[in-house]
């Protein structure tokens, strides 16, 4: 036995006759990040990457000419297993940042944590607050009829048809391009009745997975009452708003005369990773958990309508210094995205008209798509963030109509709503078109076709960024005369 595991064993004998005398609080819940050394003691091995990757993520990889590197092996079961001590619940892992969440009622024990050799630096993400009001009914009725003043007759874009013909859709979709064959993971913090609403009804969805931690599982709160398991109130709360389904429904939907989605044959995953009772820096880590989940499982495109730069209490907040794409824990892992062969599409963010009025995190990432918010005559939309990202790239990107888009809302109607975040699923569905009809170009080069399409390319601002893209037109490019 190595002198490492002897000082882990002991300290591991400590920590336990420690959270045994410990009176736990019951009403407080905490969860540390913690960072980790290396990955030397792997029980995984870069030469059968099938162990820990799906065929169709090493496919994609493949194809682009990628290989798997050590930050795609799993984080060090020994390492996990050596935080998992009495008192304390892994919450989940980051393999590309070699990081695992650890939840306690016991911040003392979390602290000494701290001192096991593999660790290398450790930060409190999460501390949970007195109390949380949420509703009782979250899966609210659905309307199985649109309103007929929501029908445009004989044109099967309905509503969606300008926010789709600005960006040169209807163009790529008459040509064959509608998505299929590729995978869009969404990233958001709800997709209430997504399973009931009938312009849904056709929609592939792959599977769908909660990354937030229940606050049922906490007496204090108000909810505990009302789900009485977890497992029913994770069901309940992935339903508990509808801002994922309507980013969903700018991409999926399908109700001729009335919504036709930007990627209507697409598959999708619908991921949970935004917790809308709270605003702390755990987020993201469950950001980066479900962007290697949707990795894992071989997804093309991401599509994150989320945004960070303060949080509750201050606790973690981040200054406009910090926008380089490196400096926060989010856009690390979103930058990377596309050294695995992914596309990231995401909103700028909607603080124009705050006293921030830049754009957040992971918007200010590298080697992704950033997308802010116009209006209907392709003004730019007063809330809609801008750029530059603090070391000079452009930022947004690209803008799309989002004062207002044209959505399906939670209960199955034709709504208006506006923010970056629903321009930036309109611009995700048509990516996947692009990406399907131009399968050998790289995730890097796809999103360069799309800034290259742009009508401002030669001319960037840090407001529209590269401008409007036109798909038609990135597509048209590609075709030999």
Known sequence: MNRAVIIIAMLLTCLSLQAAKVKYPGSRLYMFRYTLTDKTATTFSLTEPQQFLSEKSLLRRQRQGLSVDSTDLPVCKQYIEALKVDGTRIVGTSRWQNTVLVASADSLLLEALRLLPMVKSTKCVFVSPDSIDMPDDVRWNV?????????????????????????????????????????????????????????????????????????????????????????????????????????????AARAPEVYIGTAPDAAYWLLRCEDPNTEQPVEEDYWTMAAEMADSVGADIINSSLGYHDFDDGRGNYRLQDLDGRTSFISRTAS???????????????????????????????????????????????????????????????????APAALISGRGTVVHDMGTSFSTPIVCGLTACLWQALPHLTASEVMQLIRQSANQYNEPTNIYGYGIPDFWKAYASQQKP
């Open 143 to 251: 309307h199985q009829d649109f309103n007929r003043w929501d029908s445009v007759i004989n044109d099967p874009y309905g509503m969606a048809r300008p926010q789709i013909e600005m960006l040169g859709g209807v163009r790529l979709h008459e040509a064959g391009f509608t998505g299929q064959d590729m995978t869009i993971a969404i990233l958001d913090g709800g997709f209430q009745n997504y399973d009931r609403i009938p312009a849904f009804s056709g929609i592939r969805i792959m599977g769908v997975h909660d990354f937030v931690v229940p606050h049922g599982e906490h007496k204090s709160h108000k909810t505990y009452e009302t789900h009485k398991t977890q497992k029913s109130y994770k069901a309940a709360a992935f339903h508990q708003i509808d801002h994922g389904t309507r980013v969903l429904s700018a991409m």
């Open 336 to 402: 990377m995205l596309a050294r695995k062969g992914i596309i990231h599409c995401n909103s700028a963010g909607n603080s124009g008209m705050g006293q921030w009025k830049k754009i957040g995190v992971p918007a200010d990432a590298r080697d992704i798509l950033t997308v802010g918010a116009i209006d209907r005559e392709q003004r730019l939309a007063s809330f809609s963030s801008i750029g530059p990202s603090q070391d000079g790239r452009v930022k947004p990107d690209i803008v799309a109509q989002g």
